[in-house]
């Protein structure tokens, strides 16, 4: 937008307000009239996400960007041309679609492909009888010849009628022909049956590895199943990558997962350089329909910086954007691998006494690559869940940004999840940002209770504090660990109840329109795109999302229902429900 368009935009937004609007006719902003816009939304809630405007009664979009924004007489008045294509909303409600702020895009490419085996709410894997019956419908439905593999990924034995776990004999019966890989929710191994073993050469002779695991039929010898760890990575490891046209077919099904959720800016939240190179051969074969955003992992990084210069960095190509470099420094709270000053109450996960976790990296390591990733000014996210790993990252930034301590550098601290209140306000003074991770207070609430203590445990991912000191966090899924579901991901900041019925820290609740800004404005700024996504105001990219109700006017504890019914990137539909 040229600068005399946006003041046109500011004196058309100042005068309708000046002009009084009441609680009826809300003002509009408008682009310039007479444009003739491609598309004017109507008829519903319309959410903006923009404190100026919080809500208005008509949208109108042309050439892939919000043109007018306001009460629908002045939108149609200064918009309407003989072309427009007028959307009742008929009551649903519309909004800005939903970014990304930490996932795992490029594990979508493979799960599209795969049968959903999460345990309910995030997939119907309830017992053993409906994984078999989700596989025979995703072989019959894909037409799956004999002899082709079938994987299925989130598959729990803990979440199994009375923990009793799936084996290759309930499999058998139905896959004869077909080997099958149900993958553990860990990621770390797979049940087979016996066709995959075959395949895989996993039989009565084969040693577990130092390290692994290969579960056996009592009083004998024979595999019963479950593979895990090192018995499983090099089998893991030895299927074969994508070809160029499923590059591209694999590319869409996993965007697609992304719009179904309605989101269109996505994160690959640890970019290795091989799936790099393929999310750029799918991006110049314009198989992107959504907005990616890879952060190059610390061990590819200099590989990757070789072949991608700094200067191409931060720009979106083919809508694949290098948004900057990624460091893990520990584990998961719930794993008892995050690394913490003060010790589990439960021990170690190897039943370690008086056991605080352990940093993945040497301090001198992270101090090395915050200060190189300073220097280039290549933006930073670090994974960092325990309050010494977030001690380990004030440290590293005090080093690596000596002089320039609050430079505007969007450093994203990812998960955060234990932070003290002491470190949020160094976040503030610091200028970084938290992307917390709310869903663990109902997926893990009750296990961090147990591990860390009520208190500990009730400022898990504070949302409330943060917002209160003046940050902006984002909030995320973490998929492919967190199925994609921005409702869900809504209503655990809102509400914050554990699956044991705990609310797990009641004065960390937030609203929901401060919910919805963390994974729609907050998750713009976090990547340096404000000024194009997040809100609906004139001048930005009419990404957008309609869902079947408002999810800022149904009940907190109803905000899960909510529906996307579809999913709009620059204009084009790109996922419509069924
Ligand atoms: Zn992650």
């Not at 058309?12 to 009084?20: F, Q, V």
């Not at 301090?363 to 960092?384: C, G, Q, R, T, W």
């Not at 470190?423 to 917390?436: A, F, R």
Request: charged share 20%.
């Amino acid at each position: 937008m040229s600068l005399k368009s946006s003041l046109l935009v500011v004196l058309a937004s100042g005068l309708a307000m000046l002009a009084g609007c009441t609680e009826h006719t809300p003002p509009a902003a408008i682009a310039g009239a007479g444009a003739g816009a491609d598309t004017i939304y109507f008829g519903g809630d319309i959410v903006t996400i923009n404190d100026a405007l919080p809500a208005a009664e008509a949208l109108a979009v042309k050439d892939g960007k919000i043109v007018a924004v306001g009460n629908r007489a002045e939108v149609e008045q200064a918009q309407k041309g003989a072309a427009t294509r007028m959307v009742d909303l008929a009551g649903k409600t519309l909004m800005p679609s939903f970014i990304d702020p930490h996932s795992h895009y490029f594990s979508s490419l493979t799960v599209a492909n795969q049968v959903n085996a999460y345990a309910p709410p995030a997939g119907p894997a309830k017992d053993i009888a409906t994984i078999v019956s989700e596989l025979k419908k995703f072989r019959d439905e894909r037409k799956i010849p004999k002899g082709e593999l079938i994987q299925a990924y989130g598959y729990d034995e803990n979440a199994m009628p009375n923990g009793v776990g799936l084996t290759r004999d309930e499999l058998d019966v139905d896959f004869p022909d077909n080997p099958v890989m149900v993958n553990h929710v860990s990621m770390h191994g797979a049940v087979f049956n016996s066709a995959a073993m075959k395949k895989f050469g996993i039989s009565a002779a084969t040693k577990t590895p130092p390290g692994g695991v290969i579960l056996r039929r009592p009083g004998s010898e024979e595999p019963l199943g479950l593979v895990m760890e090192s018995a499983y990575m090099p089998i893991a490891a030895s299927l074969p990558p994508p070809n160029a046209q499923q590059e591209i077919e694999w590319t869409r099904a996993g965007q697609m997962l992304y719009a179904a959720a309605g989101i269109t800016t996505a994160q690959e939240g640890a970019t290795v350089k091989p799936s790099l190179e393929a999310m750029q051969r799918a991006s110049a074969a314009g198989a992107n329909i959504i907005d990616v955003i890879a952060f190059p992992f610390i061990y590819d990084f200099d590989k990757i910086l070789t072949d991608n210069p700094v200067e191409t960095w931060g720009k979106y190509n083919n809508r694949l954007k290098l948004g900057g470099g990624k460091i893990t420094l520990d584990g998961s709270p719930q794993g008892r691998t995050a690394f913490f000053t003060t010790p589990y109450l439960t021990g170690g996960p190897g039943g370690e006494k008086d056991w605080k976790g352990e940093p993945g990296f040497s301090e001198d390591e992270v101090k090395a690559f915050v200060k190189k990733l300073y220097d280039l000014e290549i933006p930073i996210n670090i994974h960092a869940n325990g309050d010494a790993a977030i001690d380990m990252l004030l440290r590293a930034h005090e080093y690596a940004a000596a002089g320039s301590l609050d430079k505007d550098r969007r450093t994203t601290i990812i998960h955060s999840q234990f932070v003290r209140p002491d470190q949020l306000d160094k976040y503030v003074q610091y200028k970084m940002i938290p992307s917390l991770y709310t869903e663990h207070t109902y997926y893990f609430g009750d296990t961090h209770v147990l591990n860390r203590g009520r208190e500990q445990a009730y400022f898990l991912s504070p949302m409330r504090a943060a917002i209160d000191k003046g940050l902006r966090p984002t909030n995320h899924t973490d998929f492919v660990v967190a199925p994609l579901d921005q409702m869900f991901v809504m209503w655990t900041a809102v509400n914050r109840i554990s699956r044991g019925g705990e609310v797990i820290g009641p004065d960390q609740r937030i609203t929901a329109l401060e919910a919805l800004k963390a994974i729609t404005i907050n998750a713009a700024f976090q990547y340096r795109e404000e000024a194009s996504k997040g809100s609906l105001e004139v001048g930005k990219l009419a990404d957008l999302v309609i869902l079947d109700k408002n999810p800022l006017t149904v009940e907190p504890m109803s905000i899960k229902d909510v529906k996307v019914v579809e999913t709009i990137k620059e204009g084009k539909t790109i996922y419509t429900a069924k």
